[in-house]
């Protein structure tokens, strides 16, 4: 194979976008070859703006029969995610799923499975793992540059979204449509750097989600969530849609010292021993150990991050390049938006690995309950630029 012909399924406001970059022919090795699209204005929008030889259909069904793509980019409703992902394995294709991998962790482990036994490259769009800073901090942590990880806390309240963004879509803010809310749209790029960059995942998670908090949704808008780890590491993360200004913060203490991301810069406080040595040997009562305040440089581009993404997928299908975001750690990021939703349901903590059958039935009590009389089928598609 020279080239790598891709259909995308769902023409929404991620999927436009990379069809756009697609068709301007902006990854090397690969051709857009087919949209599908249930909606018959995207399709029209899809006539009017893309290449004439790319093939549009109305399902999934439809372009996996038509035998005219080598892989997918599956851009549809969360819940839809693992089914097509499936489906798309099944009919021999590679694959590569926007975020999050789905709704809840049963399915996404089915998910899983059939990759694992396909053979076929299986890819997320985390596009922020293509950030500078994040690659950076996460060999700093890894080779113990930082020491043992300590305490995390991240806070990213800068998701604003106003209820003009919530109304542009039937299923956007339902239980039944999309599962969630800010921590299954906007935080699954967070949730997933979180664990990836300090290489560990919690063993119990405490968290308080709100729902509807700023917003005329059901799902959550405003969450604050404590985490513990095996080596005795604490954690916080604080997310919402509805502040703003709002604030983009991580910060990692290790026994070395600590590192803090925001506003695009990484500063890393870095003790001139490691602070058990210094408890161990310190006998003068008041004093800390010897700190040194250091501006990181970080090499790189951070623009072009969904690109980029989806050019390392296709480097992985044709060269046998290492993914940057492997499908199969897609579950790790939902795992804690499960819990941090089960936590809250149940008003208690949860221990990792999650009770997933538990999770399931709370979540089709939620959907059960759902007073929402939107449309699920009515959508506006929106400019993503900038939206990371």
């Known amino acids: 194979m020279s080239k790598v012909r891709i259909g995308i399924i769902g023409l929404g406001n991620m999927g436009t976008g990379h069809a756009k970059y697609l068709n301007s022919g902006e990854v090397k090795g690969a051709e857009l070859a087919a949209i599908c699209d249930l909606r018959e204005e995207r399709l029209k929008w899809a006539a009017e703006n893309l290449s004439s030889d790319v093939k549009r259909f109305q399902t999934p069904e439809e372009l996996f029969a038509a035998n005219c793509v080598d892989a997918v980019i599956v851009a549809t409703p969360h819940y839809d995610h693992p089914r097509l992902a499936i489906e798309g394995f099944n009919h021999g294709l590679h694959v590569l799923v926007e975020k999050p991998a789905g709704v809840y962790t049963k399915q996404v482990r089915e998910m899983n499975e059939v990759a694992a ?180 440089p970080v090499q790189g581009d951070n623009g072009n991050q969904h690109r980029k993404i989806t050019q390392n997928f296709v480097d992985a299908i044709l060269k046998g390049t290492p993914l940057i975001a492997p499908g199969q750690e897609g579950i790790k990021g939902l795992t804690l938006s499960n819990a941090m939703h089960l936590s809250t349901w149940t008003d208690n903590w949860v221990n990792l690995p999650i009770d997933e059958d538990l999770f399931y039935e709370k979540l089709q009590e939620r959907i059960a309950n759902s007073k929402s009389t939107k449309d699920a089928n009515a959508a506006r598609t929106l400019d993503v630029s900038g939206t990371h």
């Open 117 to 296: 036994n396909s053979g076929k490259v299986f890819s997320m769009m985390y596009n922020q793992r293509t950030n500078p800073l994040y690659q950076k901090l996460r060999d700093l942590i890894q080779s113990g540059e930082l020491g043992e990880v300590r305490r995390t806390n991240w806070i990213i309240t800068n998701w604003y979204r106003s209820q003009s963004y919530y109304d542009s879509g039937g299923w956007r803010a339902t239980w039944a449509g999309e599962g969630g809310g800010v921590l299954l749209n906007q935080d699954p790029h967070q949730l997933d750097l979180w664990q990836w960059t300090i290489g560990m995942m919690p063993v119990r998670v405490r968290a308080f989600c709100h729902f509807g908090k700023y917003r005329n949704i059901e799902v959550e808008d405003d969450v604050t969530a404590y985490v513990e780890y095996e080596n005795g590491a604490t954690g916080v993360f604080v997310t919402t849609t509805g502040e703003a200004p709002g604030t983009n913060r991580f910060e990692i203490t290790g026994d070395r010292g600590k590192i803090v991301i925001e506003d695009g810069k990484m500063t890393f406080w870095r003790l001139r021993v490691p602070e058990p040595e210094f408890n161990r040997n310190f006998k003068s009562g008041f004093g800390s150990p010897e700190c040194w305040k250091c501006e990181i």
